[in-house]
């Protein structure tokens, strides 16, 4: 079975522009979650989509917003983007909302 | 607010070592705890304890639950130098509905 894959892998903007990141979860997985990982903070969770829906919303900015489509697909938008922004976003997914959430190789943003 | 605190924050060991990794929490209705292998990308997968006291095992890893301490261990046998990764504990609580993930041990394993 293929892993999680997230689009692109490295990205650089600047502040003020926005940008939308791409996830694929595995296949049959249903529940899609988002998070930001950075040296200080560790990682933090943003948002969590389960059938089209969020579910559940971490402490971030109204910036920061998601989406999921019917084949489970998850896009992720930040708007007005900060030189804070830079970061690692990782997506995970997993079965059901409980389950072991496995996670992808991550998007690497960088905000000038 | 849900809590998870990893101990050692770095570990430095040579080839052969054994290792324990601590991982304490403080969460409102807890369902389960993680442990995952970061290298340079992403978490790895590597257990989920939800029982105390059960022992999970996989090669030279194994990792253990205590329920009514609030605490876990991760270790790690016989250390090899592709064991250097960071190692995170995350807790999965029933109310937030979300993991919480602790800072991570950052282990080095030396020749």
Known sequence: KAGVTQ???YLIKTRGQQVTLSCSPISGHRSVS???QTPGQGLQFLFEYFSET?????NFPGRFSGRQF????SEMNVSTLELGDSALYLCASSLARTDT???GPGTRLTVL | EDKVVQSPLSLVVHE????????SYEVTNFRSLLWYKQEKKAPTFLFMLTSSGIEKKSGRLSSILDKKELFSILNITAT?????AVYLCAVFSGSARQLTFGSGTQLTVLP
Not at chain 1, 54 to 58: D, E, W
């Open chain 1, 70 to 73: 019917s084949n489970s697909r």
């Open chain 2, 16 to 23: 052969g070592d054994t290792v324990t990794l601590n991982c």
């Open chain 1, 54 to 58: 969020q579910r559940n919303k971490g």
């Open chain 2, 80 to 84: 090899q130098t592709g064991d250097s």
């Open chain 1, 34 to 36: 988002w998070y930001q």
């Open chain 1, 101 to 103: 959430q496995y996670f």
């Open chain 1, 7 to 9: 689009t692109p892998r």
